[in-house]
Every structure is written in structure tokens, then in C-alpha cells.
């Protein structure tokens, strides 16, 4: 069983907010990191914090983009015992009549099919793993639901 000072954890949108403090709590426990953020700057300013994480810019709505990085972070840590999926939008706040599907297509893009995308490259190296786990991220509005905010409920729902 492999314990933090042995895992070795990928998450996704991990520069900022909650990612970064789970990428944080990795690395302190011991663990080694691995973050894609589509931020680059912040990726530069965690690197700085936390000396031994390794990064990748990747926006997890491109496929390819994700499958480069899935292999840049396994190449990085020498296999994956955990994935932690966090990348999200929030999308724009507007009724369903009034809605660009474009932006209603982006919100999927990111927070349903990208965290799909993150996964299925991740499991291969997941099964390698002696306790291979995924965590995804979701949100209560998946399951209450929040006024003009349908695109991102339903993903979060979905996740």
C-alpha cells in the first residue's frame, strides 16, 4: 500500500484556490506532485512554493493537450498512484432562455468532458498502481441547484 510520502498524485487546475491547497497538502504529507493549470504564472509562483512539484499548462478541454500531460506527469514521478480531478469553470450566470450555447458547450467542454478526458488517459497508469485512486471534485450546486447557474449545476450533477 503506498502511503503520502510515497504517492504520487496528479491534479488538474491545481495553481489556485482548493487545487492548490490540495497540492500543497500533498507535497507537505510528502507526496510527490504533479499540477496542469491553464495559469501559467501561478504554476510559476507554486513551483517557487513548493520546489519539488512539477507542472504542466494544460487546458483539460483538449484532448491532446491532456494526453501530453498525463505522459509529462507519469514521465515526472515515475508512474501515478492518485488523480485528483479539480479543473472547473463556473460558466456565465444567465437563464436557460437567454444562454449562448456556446458557453453553454464550454462549461461541458471543461467540467464533464475534460474531467472525463483527465481520466481515461489517467487510468492506465492508475491500474499500475498498488492503490490507485481518483478524487473528482463536484460542488453542492449539483445537487441543489443554484438560480441562472443551469450549465454549471448540471455538470456538477454530472460529476
Known amino acids: 500500500m503506498t502511503t503520502a510520502q510515497t504517492q504520487r498524485v496528479l491534479i488538474t487546475a491545481g495553481a489556485g484556490g482548493i487545487g492548490r491547497a490540495i497540492a ?12 496542469c493549470d491553464i495559469d501559467e504564472p501561478a504554476l510559476a509562483a507554486l513551483r517557487a512554493q513548493l520546489p519539488g512539484v512539477s507542472t504542466s499548462v494544460c487546458n483539460i478541454a483538449d484532448r491532446a493537450a ?25 460558466g ?25 478526458t483527465v481520466t ?6 492508475l491500474k499500475q498502481s498498488p ?21 454549471y449545476s448540471t455538470t456538477k450533477w454530472g460529476l
Open 24 to 35: 500543497t497538502a500533498f507535497s507537505e504529507a510528502g507526496a510527490q506532485v504533479h499540477v
Open 66 to 90: 491532456v494526453q501530453a500531460m498525463v505522459q509529462e506527469a507519469t514521465d515526472a514521478m515515475g508512474g501515478l498512484d492518485a488523480l485528483v480531478n479539480n479543473a472547473g469553470i463556473a
Open 92 to 116: 456565465p450566470t444567465a437563464s436557460v432562455e437567454t444562454l449562448d450555447p456556446d458557453a453553454w458547450e464550454a462549461v461541458l467542454r471543461v467540467n464533464l468532458t475534460g474531467t472525463f
Open 120 to 125: 481515461q488517459a489517467a487510468i492506465p497508469h
Open 131 to 151: 492503490a490507485g485512486s481518483i478524487l473528482v471534485m463536484s460542488s453542492l450546486a449539483g445537487r441543489c441547484g443554484y438560480p441562472n447557474r443551469s450549465v
